[in-house]
């Protein structure tokens, strides 16, 4: 039997002096692509990596490796402490960070499926096929991505936390292309590979491709509904942009002075909820603290930042970890809310949203999003993959893509209405270690959207 | 040795698949940072395993261990082929033939970046920190950062390929912000987003003089506080070579990766605007516009002996005098439009990453326009735009909209008042069409990237830029 993620914790810890933290991560993950409706990449992935946290008189050193054998472990220890010696040297006087997190119960969750985890590539291929026969009905290609992983976590500390962690997820997407390129998209993840239906992910996003030729839009302000994807999209810039307790902390934070204050329409109430209902759920943080819910904004009102252990330190005022750390120790570009939930409203759905509109736009996903100016929440991407036209109530035309350069803080702020249904968005993109993540949203409508350009 | 345990894998791949290669990669990192006087990141990494990939039919599979014995390498071959079997049937397409690369290839350094001491390397950024601190309460963050990487590559495949690789890469940079309650600024340097990394060794480091550009990058950051807001026009604009850097590599570089051509990235990266039958015909842009990949490079991020399909590193112009020449390729897209030959560009992202279709350091060839100071005199009005802070382009790379930390009105040739939160617009063809001087070779220097995402799962590559200033007409400004 193979040696737990605990029981490896544990042995690193063993190899480790002083205060210090041993972090051990194991994923095991399959994703496969497919183009023109043709399979065209698919990974398998089986690693596991140790990182060890030395703290030394308020300064930290970190390794990490994924060569597990004593030596190995050794090795990477004494680079740890080597670093973190080194860093106490250089700056000649004790450092900030308060050292590492008592042992707290973290509760249970439901992040966990069995079936998932045993990662049957029949299951992808079959997820696969069913895509390419519902878009060839319609003469359509299909296009996106199959992909399911397992993560253990597993931390030992010389505090005395033992925490072990076990999480899955699935996502599917799913672009479908006509001959002359108009393209329709839709998504689905959750914790279970078997809660993802192919058939209807691939039906959803046929449906966005429309015979019309794309009409084009004037740079301007309109009324806009954004689907639950784009929604996401705005609220996991605004977790970095406005709720990392670090950039608060230095003034760079979007709501630096303005905590307790109304920022947000009164129909806005966003939480980092890490076991709410369809979320990807976690025990607890890098650093060992329990997931707890955390009010964000309530009825429109500003109402907290997010930390973790360093980012506590350098705000002061008696702040303490809101279990947000996405490294151990903490990372230099600080804390993030991973399970933002904001509650839906009162709408059926994205048709009723529209019905008020004269003429506006629908816009199913943005792409290549980025702050234009952060403490601003100023951002700026493109729409993609089905974006309408809304003429006197209703989705009616294509629109060519277009350019948004708007501030999210302002469109939560011109938020009129929101759906009663949320949906999981997450984007599946996993650059290094798979860690999945997702928003909880509804779809919403907000006035004077700003468009500021439009592709050919 | 680790090459001979590839080798036999793929003797017994023979018969099991159409094509199957292996490839081992070490890789080994540090990284620290310095703010407010103390060590803000001090992490050092390491990363071993084995990737392997086939081909059954024409469904390809790979798959990644951290196990690099012979067993762990041969359970990674089935998993790879069970994977692969289980894709829906697709139809066999050809890969252009490949000469087997064999040997050995290094890059370049003088001084190996992991022989120099914690101590010395650290010294080094809390003397450039500590000149970001000027004492003006405004800077509310200053930060000066080092990196340095080296990557160990054994390939075989079956098709002969047998050969070692290692790279060694390093840089750094310094960023300072200012804030006064409502605005927020930042400046860096050398370059943004980390710092300007090379393959080179601790050399490259020192060169930078990092303390000795504190003192100014703080005083910008603060300047442009009280800078008016960049106006709203057109107008002309003369960009850095930093920026256009990354202009080349957001609106050529991704834009002339074939699989993107081919729709193969439509679900993630994205398509182009660029179709395989525009090779040779398309005019992209001026007649001052001349675009080669070169992978041979010394000190370019994007250099090596062979890419991760065992093509040795090729030297080819992707647009001469304006007018379309080449793509990027891998031997699978190169064979699908009838070229002859792949464009070596087939590279991972580590062990647990396929190879896919990566840039090689794209550049701008020098023009004829002599040095900044030549072409600002020779500039009636507009803006000259420095570093990079915001980039976003559409999926098929055609409408961009980028903001750099600052900009410099030009006024009767000379550099005038700072403005700031400037940004840029345009489309592809139209905004290199409108670039009309490229300045010369003593401005020429190459900018190395290390965040260019691309693939699912992601994959993070670094690579180089050769760029100059140049100067681009009517040019929409003041769109952020």
């Not at chain 1, 500390?157 to 839709?186: F, I, Q």
Request: with cysteine; charged share 20%; aromatic share 6%.
């Amino acid at each position: 039997m193979s040696e737990s993620v605990l029981d490896l914790a544990e042995r690193a810890l063993g190899q480790a002096t002083g205060e210090a933290q041993a972090t051990v991560t194991r994923e095991r993950s399959l994703v496969s692509r497919f183009a023109r409706s043709t399979p065209t990449q698919a990974t398998g992935v089986d690693d596991t990596s140790v990182s060890i946290l030395r703290v030394h008189d308020g300064h930290t050193g970190a390794a990490g490796t994924n060569e597990l054998s004593d030596d190995g472990l050794r090795d990477v220890a004494a680079r740890a402490d080597a670093a973190a010696r080194a860093a106490a040297a250089a700056a000649g006087e004790p450092g900030e960070y308060p050292g590492l997190p008592e042992p707290a119960p973290a509760r249970a969750h439901d992040g966990f499926d069995a079936a998932t985890a045993a990662l049957d590539p029949a299951v992808a291929g079959a997820a696969l096929a069913a895509a390419f026969a519902v878009c060839a009905e319609r003469d359509l290609e299909a296009f996106g991505i199959w992909t399911a992983g397992v993560v253990e976590t597993a931390i030992a500390s010389s505090a005395g936390v033992r925490a072990r962690d076990a999480v899955t997820d699935a996502y599917m997407k799913v672009v479908a292309r006509d001959a002359a390129g108009r393209t329709g998209w839709a998504a689905d993840a959750a914790v279970a590979a078997g809660a993802l239906d192919p058939e209807a992910i691939a039906r959803r996003a046929a449906a966005k491709v429309t015979s019309a030729e794309p009409v084009e839009l004037a740079p301007g302000e309109y009324p806009v509904v954004l689907e639950a994807d784009a929604v996401g999209t705005l609220l996991d810039f605004l977790g970095a942009l406005a709720f990392n307790g670090l950039a608060h902390a230095e003034g760079r934070g979007a709501l630096d002075g303005r905590l307790g204050t109304r920022v947000a329409a009164s129909s806005i109430n966003l939480s980092d909820s890490p076991r709410f209902a369809r979320t990807l759920p976690r025990a607890f943080d890098l650093e060992g603290v329990p997931k707890n819910p955390i009010p964000l904004i309530q009825d429109g009102v500003a109402h907290r930042v997010v930390h973790d252990t360093r980012s506590a330190a350098r705000a002061g005022g008696g702040a303490r970890s809101t279990g947000h750390a996405v490294a151990p120790g903490g990372s230099g570009f600080g804390p993030h809310p991973a399970n933002l939930v904001l509650i839906g409203g009162g709408a059926a759905d994205e048709t009723e949203l529209a019905a008020p509109i004269d003429r506006g736009l629908y816009v199913t996903r943005f792409w290549y999003v980025n702050a234009a100016h952060e403490k601003r929440t100023l951002l700026t991407g493109m729409t993609r993959d089905g974006t309408f036209l809304i003429e006197d109530g209703r989705i009616t035309r294509p629109v060519r893509d277009v350019r948004f350069t708007d501030s999210a803080l302002r469109i939560l702020e011109a938020t009129e209405a929101l759906s009663a249904r949320q949906r999981l968005v997450a984007d599946a993109a996993f650059y290094g270690r798979r860690f999945a993540t997702g928003v909880v949203c509804p779809a919403l409508r907000a006035g004077g959207f700003r468009i500021t350009g439009q592709t050919i | 040795m680790i090459l001979d345990l590839l080798t036999d894998l793929m003797a017994k791949a023979e018969g099991r698949c159409a094509y199957a290669e292996a490839r081992h990669v070490e890789h080994r990192e540090e990284a620290l940072a310095v703010r407010a006087g103390t060590v803000d990141d001090f992490a050092a990494s390491s990363a071993e395993g084995i990737g392997v990939r086939v081909r059954v039919g024409g469904g390809w599979g790979f798959a990644a261990t951290r196990d690099v014995s012979a067993a762990g390498a041969e359970a990674a071959l089935a998993q790879a082929l069970a994977i692969a079997e289980a894709q829906p049937a697709g139809a066999a397409t050809p890969l252009t033939p490949v000469h087997p690369a064999r040997g050995h290839w290094a890059s370049p350094h003088e001084v190996d970046p992991f022989d120099v001491s914690l101590e010395d390397k650290l010294a080094l950024l809390f003397a450039a920190e500590a000149a970001l601190r000027t004492g003006d309460e405004r800077v509310v963050r200053s930060l000066a950062a080092l990196r340095a990487w080296r990557e160990r590559k054994a390939l075989a495949s079956t098709d002969g390929a047998a050969c070692t690789q290692e790279l060694v890469a390093t840089g750094g940079g310094i960023a300072a912000w200012a804030s006064d309650g409502s605005e927020l600024q930042m400046r860096s340097y050398p370059l943004a987003h980390g710092g300007l990394f090379a393959a080179a060794g601790w050399e490259h480091v020192l060169a930078l003089d990092l303390a000795a550009h504190a003192p100014r990058v703080a005083e910008e950051a603060v300047e442009l506080l009280t800078a008016p807001q960049c106006p709203e026009g057109v107008t002309t604009v003369v960009l850095d070579g930093e920026q256009l850097a990354l202009q080349i590599h957001e609106s050529i570089g991704h834009a002339l990766e074939l699989d993107r051509m081919l729709l193969q990235e439509a679900s993630y990266a994205g398509t182009s605007w660029v179709l395989p039958g525009d090779l040779g015909s398309l005019r992209y842009g001026s007649e001052q516009l001349n675009i080669i990949a070169d992978a041979t490079l010394p000190g370019a991020l994007g250099s090596f002996g062979w890419d991760d399909e065992g093509v040795a590193a090729r030297r080819f112009a992707l647009i001469e005098g304006g007018v379309l020449r080449g793509a990027l390729s891998n031997r699978e897209s190169a064979a699908a439009v009838g070229l002859e030959r792949s464009g070596a560009c087939a590279r991972a992202d580590g062990f647990a990453r396929q190879p896919i279709v990566r840039m090689t350091n794209v550049s701008i060839e020098p023009g004829g326009a002599g040095s900044l100071e030549d072409l600002i005199a020779d500039t009636d009005e507009g803006l000259y735009l420095e570093t990079n802070r915001s980039w976003s382009i559409d999926d098929r790379r055609l409408q961009f909209q980028f903001g750099t930390e600052i900009g410099r009105e030009i006024r009767g040739g000379r550099l005038g008042r700072l403005v700031r939160n400037p940004s840029y617009a345009g489309i592809t063809p139209r905004f290199w069409g409108s670039l009309d001087a490229v300045c010369g070779a003593g401005e020429w220097r190459l900018w190395g990237l290390t965040n260019c995402g691309k693939g699912e799962p992601g994959q993070i590559m670094s690579v180089s830029h050769g760029a100059a200033p140049a100067r681009f007409r009517d040019v929409q400004v003041g769109v952020a």
